[in-house]
């Protein structure tokens, strides 16, 4: 009943840290039964949160620029780039990531995860859009990436940004480069030399300096995931939400 979840609300307040709020609980849609008609059964469903998700809203928020001065206030909510970033760059790359793509080399803890369940797991995920946001007050150096996705992987979305930053940089060299990047998003056909080859696991033809379909890992990419201090789930969106932003 109603009661009861202001209750519920109430209690859990009770008992969080000062710092962390719990508000708007609601009830979850019932479960429902679905008729097999082919051979007379039927399949009871249970709402889940996680399953029946049709996008998650993410958020990255950064300060950019070497002389840019980040307020303290916000040290726990925004990683501060204390270098400069070619912002063009920049809002260029961050749109390769929109589409289906296999972000195994943007994931965490694959390799552990799949001998713990004894197979392999699909690291392909559809990311719907990617905005670069410039935050008030403007030259503050106040930016926003809104990421919007049907599901990511363990620690996907830090690896994302961490990684676009890397090939943005605009003083030195970044851990890599914009064609290094791309063949780790898309998986380009590369000449690959058998006896030099230390990256990706090539395919099992070993034909030496052939083309090849590389499988790209996460050993592969050299670039450090953005600390989680920046990151926030924003919103998750289920059947018949309006996209009304936040």
Same mark, same amino acid.
């Given at each position: 009943s109603y009661l009861d979840v202001v209750q519920l609300e109430h209690s859990l307040n009770r008992m969080l840290r000062k710092d962390v709020r719990v508000w708007n609980i609601g009830l979850a849609p019932p479960s429902f039964t679905i008729h097999h008609p082919a051979n007379g059964t039927f399949?009871?469903?249970?709402?889940s949160a996680m399953l029946n998700a049709d996008s998650k809203l993410?958020?990255?928020?950064?300060?950019?620029?070497?002389?840019?001065?980040?307020?303290?206030i916000e040290r726990h909510t925004r990683w501060h780039v204390d270098y400069d970033v070619d912002?063009?760059?920049?809002?260029?790359?961050?749109?390769?990531?929109?589409?289906?793509?296999?972000?195994?080399?943007?994931?965490g803890m694959m390799e552990q995860k799949e001998k713990l369940v004894g197979k392999t797991v699909s690291t392909v995920r559809e990311v719907y859009t990617v905005d670069l946001v410039e935050e008030h007050p403007l030259g503050s150096g106040r930016y926003r990436v809104d990421i919007r996705l049907k599901?990511?992987?363990y620690k996907m979305v830090r690896n994302m940004i961490g990684t676009a930053i890397?090939?943005?940089k605009t003083e030195g060299k970044g851990r890599?480069? #914009?064609t290094k990047f791309l063949q780790l998003l898309h998986h380009h056909d590369e000449e690959v030399n058998e006896s030099?080859?230390?990256?990706?696991? #090539?395919?099992?033809?070993?034909?030496?300096n052939s083309k090849k379909k590389i499988q790209k890992w996460r050993t592969d990419n050299p670039c450090k995931?953005?600390?989680?201090?920046?990151?926030?789930?924003e919103k998750v969106f289920f059947n018949g939400d309006d996209d009304d932003g936040f």
């Open positions: 399949t009871r469903h249970r709402w993410y958020s990255y928020r950064l300060s950019l620029g070497k002389y840019v001065v980040m307020d303290p912002m063009n760059k920049f809002q260029r790359i961050l749109k390769e990531y929109e589409g289906a793509h296999d972000f195994r080399a943007f994931s599901g990511a992987l890397e090939v943005c890599i480069d #914009e030099t080859c230390t990256g990706g696991r #090539e395919a099992k033809d070993k034909t030496t995931p953005a600390p989680p201090e920046g990151l926030t789930l």
